[in-house]
């Protein structure tokens, strides 16, 4: 058998170092700098899936449609989510990758298809947003909510003008 000592070569730049390690399929093995890289992608990818791309602070946590300030959390994967900053949905009436929960440690969790332990979860502003339109395809609550969203942008805008 060969020595398992030896250095290995990273797959992706041509690294030979201690750091090279066996990361698996579909990776190989790969140096700790590639791998870093390849977490960062599959982070950006995730939050792309799941609309996670708020401005992170100090920016305030403001739509950038809408204007409005909303919940800003973290995600486990470094990015951010706007939620909507009012009471937690049932969360058998929300859809699939549409739920949200706030962990112990305060960052917002997607729960996919999965339910929350205490059943309730938050939703994307986005879905419920006043700029977009209104959501007639999701659960009556979403139109429900939307419709409050469009009052209170329009008071603050006649507020303000």
Do not use: K
Request: proline share 11%; hydrophobic share 30%.
């Amino acid at each position: 058998m060969g020595d398992t000592n030896q250095p290995r070569a990273c797959s992706t730049c041509p690294a030979i170092c201690g750091s090279v390690v066996d990361r698996g399929e579909p990776f190989g093995p790969l140096c700790d700098h590639c791998w870093a890289d390849v977490q960062a992608l599959e982070d950006h990818r995730q939050a792309l899936t799941e609309g996670a791309d708020a401005p992170a602070p100090p920016a305030p946590p403001l739509c950038r449609d809408c204007g409005t300030e909303q919940d800003r959390f973290e995600t486990g994967y470094g990015h951010w989510v706007l939620l909507e900053p009012r009471t937690p949905l049932p969360a058998h009436i929300v859809p699939d990758g549409q739920r949200w929960a706030i962990g112990s440690d305060g960052c917002a969790v997607n729960w996919g298809d999965g339910f929350p332990s205490d059943h309730t979860c938050r939703i994307r502003h986005e879905l419920v947003c006043p700029v977009r339109q209104r959501p007639d395809t999701l659960p009556p609550v979403f139109g429900i909510i939307w419709d409050e969203n469009r009052r209170q942008c329009e008071t603050s805008m006649s507020d303000t003008g």
